[in-house]
């Protein structure tokens, strides 16, 4: 019998696959396709206070073997997401975990959303937050580049709080074991990382950025040996559980991450091509634990083969 | 309900300049196509690229054939016009909100450049009433399925910029002269093409008191509303008197009246 069950600590998964948040809407988007019950977890888009607009059009630009995105978190805002149908109401009915990526603009406005997630926790089994969008400019500060603010953010949503805390880490620092550290100190429960890369493409016909944003996040394969280098740093840090993603895209991708380190994975840009890529991760890892005879997903997390001079 | 499924190329041969006609067998998604919806197409052989490409659906049959007119204008449409029969290409489909088709007493006028010809060559065939084609574009070879909408029938008026062939005038121009001319008869006003044309469009039927239904394209990822990437701002009861919609998700058919004007 193989066992792809996760324990994540304060909550446990059916299998390690996620979605990433913003790639998988709010799950309703895909359950046409699928059922949603044979996904691990879905992470949906980031909510915050009020609804927000996002930013103007273009929001995405295909590069080479990825694309740049500042779709600028476009939402319903919190009180929509709990009570609108196409929301928290469906989900509920969906018998997975559910995990509520979360941000705001203020170390005030994350503990404000979180305490109202708190009130009305039924069906939310974690809370994610993203201090690490580089696509937000208002308030101006950077979150998730500034260990004090973004210890700042974790421990204000601790308090606000009973509910698991994910704390997903931007890759825009030199050092991810003193961020990984920084965040556990504060109180959250699991780290996930990699959020995407700030790049830039131009159109050289009119000389204009591809993106109106001008900036915009690398996602997919084209980040993966940064984000699997990072997972590896932050999981060798911090005795908490570690969530991988950044470019997943097959199940091979999926197991390098656990042999990094990593407990469970998120499958994002990745699901834009093959909405059923989560599914086939899941078939892919099960072949391979076949393979190996292993027979829990312990026997080979973190287990990369690095020689100890 | 839209599908995932594996398009099999039957035909993808040259229809006109750098347009080409692809036929695909895909019953699953034939059987559900409402006119104006489309399908997000993943090019076989495609390098280094990750996205889908989202193309109108022009026409299906009860065989499961599924016609897709495009023009070669980068890198995927370039891969697709190399790809031979009996490859297969991976579909999502029907996707998008599909234009609603005319009453029998009302008489479809149809505004159309570029592909938009191709976009609504199937809510054309399935009209009961037949209508009016405006077709535009910079120049004759641009003006594709001419024949096949005069063949539905269709009156088929023609604009060109260079006036290469039809009137030399912007296809908006015969809009504003159809509103004039069959101002007693109801008409059902459809149009798909370039933004700006549609937004002129658009603009031109409320000026004259009038609606109808517009077909917007925008660059596209999910194409199933779930990213975000492809909106458009449509008018909405909030402080600012708009919101972005998805034009993958709530389009790419809007009304004019619902769309917001800059
Ligand atoms: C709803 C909808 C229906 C469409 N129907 C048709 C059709 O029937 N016939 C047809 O020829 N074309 C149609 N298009 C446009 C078609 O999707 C693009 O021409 C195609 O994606 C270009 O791909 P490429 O790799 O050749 O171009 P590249 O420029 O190399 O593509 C780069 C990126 O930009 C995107 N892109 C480029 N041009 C467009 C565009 N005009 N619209 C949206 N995305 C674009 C591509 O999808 C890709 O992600 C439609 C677009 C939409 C949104
Ligand atoms: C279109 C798009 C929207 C995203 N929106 C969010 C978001 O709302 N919140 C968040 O924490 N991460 C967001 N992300 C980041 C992803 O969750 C993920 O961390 C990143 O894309 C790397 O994984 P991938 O390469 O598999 O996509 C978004 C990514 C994309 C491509
Ligand atoms: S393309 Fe993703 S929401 Fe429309």
């Known amino acids: ?33 699928f059922p949603l019950e044979k996904l691990g977890a879905i992470v949906v888009k980031g909510i915050c206070e009020k609804p927000s607009h996002g930013n103007p059009t273009p ?14 978190l476009q939402g319903p805002g919190v009180e929509k997401f709990l009570h609108d149908e196409d929301y928290m109401p469906f989900l509920k009915k969906v018998n ?22 708190d009130e009305e926790k039924e069906g939310i089994t974690a809370l994610e937050i993203n201090i690490s969008c580089p696509n937000i400019k208002e308030g101006g500060i950077a979150f998730g580049t500034d260990l004090k603010l973004a210890s700042r953010v974790v421990s204000g949503v601790r308090k606000a709080t009973t509910l ?9 620092v030199s050092s991810i074991p003193d961020f990984a550290k920084a965040v556990r100190d504060a109180g959250t429960d699991v780290i996930s990382l990699i959020n995407t890369i700030p790049g830039m493409a131009i159109d050289i016909e009119t000389r204009k950025p591809k993106i109106a944003n001008i900036r915009g996040g690398l996602s997919g394969p084209a980040i993966k040996p940064i984000a699997l280098r990072m997972v590896y740093e932050a999981a060798g840090a911090v005795d908490i559980p570690v969530i991988g993603m950044g470019g997943i895209t097959t199940a091979e991708d999926a197991i390098e991450f656990f042999l ?3 407990s469970a994975i998120a499958v994002g840009t990745a699901i834009f091509a093959d909405p059923f890529a989560p599914l086939n991760i899941i078939d892919g890892i099960k072949k391979y634990m076949k393979r190996k005879s292993y027979s829990c997903l312990m026997d080979f997390i973190g287990k990369v083969n690095i020689d100890k001079k | ?27 699953g998604i034939c059987a559900e196509t409402k006119a104006g919806q489309f399908v997000h197409m993943q090019i076989s052989g495609l390098r280094d690229r990750i996205l889908r490409r989202p193309f109108s659906i022009s026409d299906v049959n009860k065989d499961g054939v599924l016609t897709i007119i495009y023009k070669v204008v980068g890198a995927g449409t370039e891969v697709l016009s190399t790809q031979e029969e009996g490859s297969t290409c991976s579909l999502l489909g029907p996707l998008g909100t599909p234009f609603s088709l005319p009453g029998k007493d009302e008489i479809p006028v149809i505004v159309a450049g570029g592909y938009g010809a191709a976009a609504t060559y199937l809510l054309a065939k399935r009209a009961e009433s037949k209508g009016v084609m405006l077709l535009g574009a910079r120049s004759e070879k641009d003006l594709i399925l001419t024949k096949e909408f005069s063949d ?28 004039r001319e069959k101002s007693a008869k109801k008409l059902r006003f459809y149009g798909c093409g370039p933004h700006g044309m549609l937004m002129a469009m658009g603009k031109i039927l409320i000026e004259n008191g009038l609606d109808g239904e517009l077909s917007l394209d925008h660059l596209m990822c999910c194409g199933v509303g779930a990213c975000f990437a492809c909106v458009v701002k449509v008018k909405a009861d909030n402080e600012d008197g ?10 790419p058919v809007f009304n004019a009246s619902s769309i917001y004007y800059e």
């Open chain 2, 152 to 179: 539905i029938p269709f009156e088929l008026r023609t604009a060109t910029e260079d006036g290469s062939t039809g009137d030399k005038c912007l296809v908006t121009d015969l809009l504003e002269t159809i509103i």
């Open chain 1, 260 to 262: 990094a380190g990593a």
């Open chain 1, 1 to 33: 019998m193989i066992d792809i069950s996760v324990d994540l600590g304060k909550f446990k998964l059916k299998n390690p696959v996620m979605t990433a948040s913003g790639t998988f809407g709010y799950g309703k988007e895909y359950a046409d396709f």
């Open chain 2, 242 to 251: 708009w919101r972005y919609a998805r034009t993958c998700k709530e389009g």
């Open chain 2, 1 to 27: 309900m839209p599908i995932q499924e594996q398009g099999k190329i039957i035909r993808n041969a040259e229809l006109q300049d750098s347009y080409r006609k692809l036929e695909l067998y895909a019953p």
């Open chain 1, 164 to 172: 698991p805390l994910i704390t997903k880490l931007s890759p825009n």
């Open chain 1, 59 to 72: 929001r995405i630009a295909e590069v080479t073997s990825g694309m740049l995105n500042a779709i600028g």
């Open chain 1, 96 to 117: 997975t975990a559910v995990i509520v990526n979360i941000w705001g603009k203020t170390v005030e406005e994350y503990e404000r959303v979180a305490k109202r997630l």
